[in-house]
């Protein structure tokens, strides 16, 4: 008798990733395709964001925004500031952190997806910022030194993370002594069953 | 408080999947976008204090989150 494979407890880190890319690979390519979540030029506006924000960033970064909520308005960002932006995609938030944070402060976007990298450093070549630079990574390892960050901002990633406090433990390690978290994010008033929890789809979309 | 932080607020909650195509998943959960804030403790003594103000389950040294 063969014997049956025991079922998976939880998702395959890598599975997801490669799942997310795929997901957010096709918005960074096309944001107004249709999704599962709100995407496009009409999400800031819904989202809060303020016009003047908006001014000078490049359609194709605005076009991009998948988030979630606003983390400009959990407080403002001041000119000198070190800045991340966890998961930054075709790169909106961290060109509007950009502008307020310089001539001093720098902002480094991080991102795995690299449709949404290849958007986002197009359009801050457009912007003519100098105080912005977007990296290849991932949450649970930002590529920044202990302490580096004034601010870690974050909009819709969180919750793509299968161990969200490892993300946040990284987030800490990357703050200075009352550095600030400013995320949006998502959550559920219903428990997610653990077998709902093993759809890629659900994680994604 | 689990990862070392203090200040944990939601200040914003909205079902921002309305008119989402579709939205059958994100309303079977009760999903919401939130705005949330939170701070590094400027030192052990901080986050010792703001742990000790607590009322649930956490982390009971300073070492457990660093």
Redesign the interface.
């Given at each position: 008798m063969s014997e049956v494979a025991p079922r998976a407890e939880k998702v395959e880190l890598a599975e997801l990733r490669d799942a997310i890319r795929a997901e957010y690979g096709a918005v960074a390519i096309d944001p107004e395709a249709?999704?599962?979540?709100?995407a496009g030029r009409e999400l800031p506006a819904?989202?809060g964001y303020k016009r003047e924000w908006l001014d000078g960033i490049p359609e194709e970064s605005i076009a991009a925004l998948v988030g979630?909520?606003?983390?400009f308005?959990?407080?403002a960002l001041k000119p000198g500031e070190n800045v991340i932006d966890m998961g930054c995609g075709g790169g909106i938030d961290s060109l509007i952190a950009a502008k307020m944070v310089c001539p001093t402060g720098k902002v480094i976007g991080v991102d795995m997806i690299p449709e949404m990298l290849d958007r986002a450093r197009a359009a801050a070549v457009k912007t003519g910022l100098s105080n912005v630079e977007f990296i290849d990574g991932v949450a649970e390892s930002l590529p920044v030194p202990d302490g580096w960050a004034d601010v870690v901002i974050s909009n819709?990633v969180l919750n793509l993370l299968p161990d969200k406090?490892a993300g946040?433990?990284d987030?800490?390690r990357a703050?200075?002594?009352?550095?600030?978290?400013?995320?949006?994010?998502?959550?559920?008033?219903?428990a997610?069953p653990d077998a709902a929890k093993l759809d890629l789809d659900?994680w994604t979309? | 408080m689990t990862a070392g932080l203090v200040d944990f607020e939601i200040t914003w909650k909205e079902n921002i999947y309305a008119g989402a195509p579709p939205e059958s998943n994100a309303e079977d959960y009760g999903t919401l976008g939130i705005n949330f804030h939170a701070r590094k403790p400027v030192n052990e003594a901080e986050w010792t204090a703001a742990l000790q103000a607590l009322s649930c389950d956490a982390p009971q040294a300073w070492a457990e989150v660093n």
């Open positions: 249709g999704y599962h979540f709100n819904t989202l979630t909520g606003n983390p308005a959990l407080g819709g406090v946040i433990q987030m800490y703050l200075k002594p009352t550095g600030r978290l400013q995320i949006a994010d998502i959550t559920v008033s219903r997610v659900l979309g | -």
